[in-house]
């Protein structure tokens, strides 16, 4: 607990910049479901035959998972693309259902008798739902609010993976690094907020005036989202949008690019911790991102969906051809190939004696499988991988969540999983690489892919990436890697070390 709390204690400007930005996202989503859902809720109390359709959206959007509605949100034109926008319509989407079937049913639940006395004493429909209806129906809308509100908060540490910041910001961090006290800096504060929500809400919904009681709360939240939106300017509308995928090495790649820019003058917006490869792809072939890494055999078989090659010049010069088709600059590979490894606990690969890939063939039958959702899905997974080796699997493959796989082979819930060659667990948990012996893999190199348009707004920037070409072997980034993974250090302390080290990035006085 001690060392918990000293962990809070060094990072507590960063902990509270990300609160910050988790409330700002939860009442915004919140104020602006309220907007929309209250007289969504009072429509259906007058057409009934909208309750259906209203309520169905509502119920629909509910049930979709966040990273898919982020994927189906992001091409949209002003309400898509990367950031705090994207998160706060899927907030709201997610917010409607209850403060909508709440001001129905609250206001279908008043008596009809009362009604029907405030007709007879000439009240026209307007005054009515203003003097009666809504007054007497406020507890149950008030309690729809109050839900809405609660699962904002638990919903918005979902917006880290857009770059939208928040709280999930940590817990992303901590699952990528195997680091609980990430994990655990991001998980407690989400709680208190919904803690301190539910409360604040209770208690308005509770009292003897509801009404004055949420017209007070409204304003004291509206000055301090105001003041808050003014003391947290973005940053200018020319700099640099720097992305990242959601693992370490993405990460520590995205602060050495971010770093090195800001070393050589260029402001810097740092969006990392994205999702997948097509949220980051679509991203910065719109524009939302200026910059990120990506690997020539992801962009060759996922992206373009072209046939795998072993021979890596070619890869390299056949996805720089089509991304140029697509607006999108390649810049020189980086210095290493990441490509995907399947990797075991030293002890359990050697009582099977197991060293390679198609050493796994007699135990397929038992062989329990982590890996991520994408593999299931990529020309280059995991249905090519067991095609080519011959042999299937017994067991059904365990999907998770990248973070999640190291941890769960170190606990023996899994016997070999889908990981990346420069992976830092790899060294810091002691864990065995299998050769690749028939050469399934296509080349990974890493490199930089820029949309070429945002290039040209920043003179300077291509030849500032280019000069990371090289720079980069496998021994280096796994080094990084293992840093972050097993040092648990900060991955902006490590990338700037890197640049010190290489004479990118000049050292302190």
């Known amino acids: 607990m001690t060392e918990f709390l000293s962990f809070l204690a060094e990072r507590r400007v960063e902990l509270l910049a990300l609160t910050g930005q988790h409330v700002i996202l939860v009442l915004v989503s919140t104020a602006l479901a309220v907007v929309l859902g209250l007289p969504l809720g009072i429509a259906m109390t007058r057409s009934p035959r909208l309750a259906r359709p209203l309520l169905g959206f509502a119920s629909l959007a509910q049930t979709i998972p966040s990273l898919a509605l982020f994927g189906f949100l992001i ?87 857009i770059g939208a910041g928040g709280l999930g910001t940590y817990v992303f961090r901590g699952l990528a690094t195997v680091d609980t006290r990430l994990i655990l800096a991001g998980a407690i504060p989400a709680a208190l907020l919904a803690l301190l929500a539910d409360g604040l809400l209770g208690a308005v919904e509770g009292s003897r005036r509801p009404g004055y009681a949420a017209a007070g709360l409204a304003v004291a939240l509206t000055a301090g989202l105001g003041l808050a939106l003014a003391s947290g300017a973005r940053p200018a509308p020319r700099a640099v949008v720097v992305g990242s995928k959601n693992f370490t090495e993405q990460v520590i790649l995205g602060n050495v690019i971010s770093t090195l820019l800001e070393a050589r003058g260029f402001p810097v917006d740092r969006r990392l911790n994205l999702g997948g490869t097509t ?43 089509a991304y140029r088709e697509m607006g999108l600059t390649v810049g020189p590979p980086l210095g290493f190939n990441n490509t995907f490894a399947l990797v075991m606990r030293r002890p359990y690969a050697n009582a099977h004696g197991i060293s390679r890939i198609s050493d796994l063939a007699p ?36 999907e998770m969540d990248l973070g999640l796989l190291y941890q769960a082979l170190a606990e023996n819930q899994v016997d070999v999983v889908v990981g990346s060659a420069t992976d830092g667990l790899i060294d810091a948990l002691d864990l065995v690489v299998l050769d690749d012996d028939r050469r399934y893999f296509p080349p990974y190199d890493a490199v930089p892919v820029a949309n070429t348009a945002r290039l040209a707004l920043h003179p300077g920037l291509e030849a500032a990436l280019a000069s990371l070409a090289g720079r980069i072997p496998e021994s280096v980034m796994r080094r990084m890697n293992h840093e972050v993974d097993g040092g648990h250090r900060a991955p902006a302390d490590v990338a700037r070390e890197f640049l010190r080290a290489e004479g990118l990035v000049r050292r302190p006085d």
């Open 75 to 161: 091409p949209i034109p002003f309400i898509g693309g990367i950031g705090t926008r994207t998160a706060v319509v899927a907030l709201v989407l997610y917010a409607l259902l209850p403060i909508m079937r709440n001001t129905y049913t609250g206001i279908r639940q008043v008596d009809p008798a009362v009604v029907e006395a405030a007709t007879g004493l000439g009240m026209t429909e307007s005054q009515r739902l203003r003097m009666v209806e809504l007054p007497l129906a406020l507890p149950v809308i008030l309690s729809g609010v109050r839900i809405a509100a609660v699962v904002s908060v638990g919903s918005a540490t979902i917006a880290a993976a």
């Open 279 to 321: 949220l980051c792809h679509e991203a910065v072939r719109s524009g939302q991102l200026d910059v990120y890494v990506e690997y020539t055999g992801t962009a060759l078989t996922d992206i373009l969906k072209r046939p795998a090659t072993s021979d890596s010049a070619r890869a390299l010069a056949t996805v720089r051809e």
């Open 363 to 398: 135990h397929a039958a038992t062989l329990r499988v982590g890996l991520f959702g994408e593999f299931l899905e990529r020309p280059d997974g995991l249905s090519g991988l067991l095609q080519a080796y011959g042999f299937r699997l017994g067991l059904r493959p365990r």
